[in-house]
């Protein structure tokens, strides 16, 4: 039973335009999401999160977006950089489970020069 | 300077065979972690601990055995080897706070059993 759910498990863009990473999930008692980036033979970096009571935090180029009652994040990247090209993860902390975080299956991002 | 570290960081092994898998953080964290990401790359949690405590304890097999020595320290043994075993290894640390919420990750072991 996934609780995090990221359908896309690739997305390619042009260099310069917005990146749109989604993710949705449906633990009710999650309250704290992130998103996490993950370079090849590497292990995944953090690059921003959110609060459930927040709907919006901002972090440079990365913009992450949470509609709660949709149970949907989303991860904006502008402008995107072929540097961005990585696996992403969206990631969910359960409060109701000693704070374990369950993360997504990855989306595959690629940016194109 | 490596803030979370694994050794080692390829393991080939035989099936029925006992291996460990090494992790060590330098951030000061309470808090450490063994994450899997199988095949269909999922990764999942296994276990945690804080300040040396086990508190998270996933549907493992009891051949997964977790020991931390200190709280810079989290090792991973496994006895008796199987096919399945075959993954990608993480390490990771935080400090335990309700308020936010970041993980440090180590590079990955990554573990085949023949």
């Known amino acids: 039973d996934q609780q995090v759910k990221q359908n896309s498990p690739s997305l390619s863009v042009q260099e310069g335009r917005i990146s749109i990473l989604n993710c949705d999930y449906t633990?009710?008692?999650?309250?704290?999401f992130l998103w996490y980036k993950k370079y090849p033979a590497e292990g995944p970096t953090f690059l921003i999160s959110i609060s459930s009571i927040k709907d919006k935090n901002e972090d440079g180029r990365f913009t992450v977006f949470l509609n709660k009652s949709a149970k949907h994040l989303s991860l904006h990247i502008v402008p995107s950089q072929p540097g961005d090209s990585a696996v992403y993860f969206c990631a969910a902390r359960d409060r109701g489970s000693n704070y374990k975080l369950t993360f997504g299956k990855g989306t595959l991002l690629t940016v194109n020069p | 300077d490596t803030a979370v570290s694994q050794t080692p960081k390829y393991l080939v092994t035989q099936m029925g065979n006992d291996k460990s898998i090494k992790c060590e953080q330098n951030l000061g964290h309470d808090t450490m972690y063994w994450y899997k990401q199988d095949s269909k790359k999922f990764l999942k949690i296994m276990f945690s601990y804080n300040n040396k405590e086990l508190i998270i304890n996933e549907t493992v097999p009891n051949r997964f055995s977790p020991k931390s020595p200190d709280k810079a320290h989290l090792n991973l043994h496994i006895n008796s080897l199987e096919l399945g075993d075959s993954a990608v290894y993480f390490c990771?640390?935080?400090?335990?706070?309700?308020?936010?919420?970041?993980?440090?990750f180590g590079p990955g072991t990554r573990l085949l059993v023949l």
């Open positions: 633990n009710s008692m999650f309250d704290y």
């Open positions: 990771a640390s935080s400090q335990w706070d309700p308020q936010v919420e970041t993980q440090y």
